[in-house]
């Protein structure tokens, strides 16, 4: 059965300063990945995904994710954090053959000034 | 930018009382999905809806729910007799056809009481 591994509840950083959220799947067979933000108050935004192709995704404003298949990793990353990045970030995964997703249990990133 | 709507935003409820929860997708959209967030818990899958049928469900949903799409912007869930253990941020989905980007709303806060 799918599953995805978000390991870290919260992560505090300082504005500017890079950084990563990890995400960790399990799936018997290929899969779509994904990030999804949720700001304050807000509905799940779709990040990025990953579909085929080239492994290295990027979002409009400034995130990437690499996926890693032999390590069965998605993780994102950001070079330089900005205040309004301040959200509960959620990787979610799909198989091909179905539209569910199924996510993790999300990493709250805090950027102080 | 379209994007989906779900009303109401908190509703509270009795235990034993039914609900409804109100979605309208984005407008071109033909695929449609519930999903929930027990406070502190993972988003989960409850339903996958697509030509007044639905495709895919979870365990969750079980005879207690249902879903319906009554017009042709609605797309609504319902709880016949809600237990305690359903208050949870419900969330509405939609998506342009299977496979693609889920687009949610901002959820439906429900408290039973």
């Known amino acids: 059965a799918q599953s995805v591994t978000q390991l870290d509840s919260q992560v505090p950083v300082f504005e500017e300063a890079p950084v990563e959220l990890r995400c960790n799947y399990s799936s018997s067979v290929s899969v779509y990945l994904f990030w999804y933000v949720q700001y304050p108050n807000q509905g799940l935004q779709l990040l990025l995904k990953?579909?085929?192709?080239?492994?290295l995704v990027e979002s409009i404003n400034g995130f990437e994710a690499e996926f890693n298949k032999s390590q069965t990793s998605f993780h994102l990353r950001k070079p330089s954090v900005h205040i309004s990045d301040t959200a509960e970030y959620f990787c979610a995964v799909s198989e091909m053959d179905t539209d569910k997703l199924i996510f993790g249990t999300g990493t709250r990133l805090q950027v102080f000034p | 930018e379209p994007e989906v709507t779900q009303t109401p935003s908190h509703q509270v409820t009795q235990m034993g009382q039914e609900v409804i929860l109100r979605c309208v997708p984005i407008s071109n959209h033909l695929y449609f999905y519930w999903y929930r967030q027990i406070l502190g818990q993972k988003v989960e899958f409850l339903v996958s809806f697509y030509n007044n049928e639905i495709s895919e469900k979870s365990e969750i949903f079980d005879d207690q729910f249902s879903v319906e799409r009554p017009d042709g912007s609605n797309f609504t869930l319902k709880i016949r007799s809600t237990k305690l253990e359903d208050s949870a941020m419900y969330f509405c989905?939609?998506?342009?056809?299977?496979?693609?980007?889920?687009?949610f709303g901002p959820g439906t806060r429900l408290l039973v009481l």
């Open positions: 989905a939609s998506s342009g056809s299977s496979g693609e980007t889920q687009y």
């Open positions: 990953y579909l085929s192709g080239s492994t």
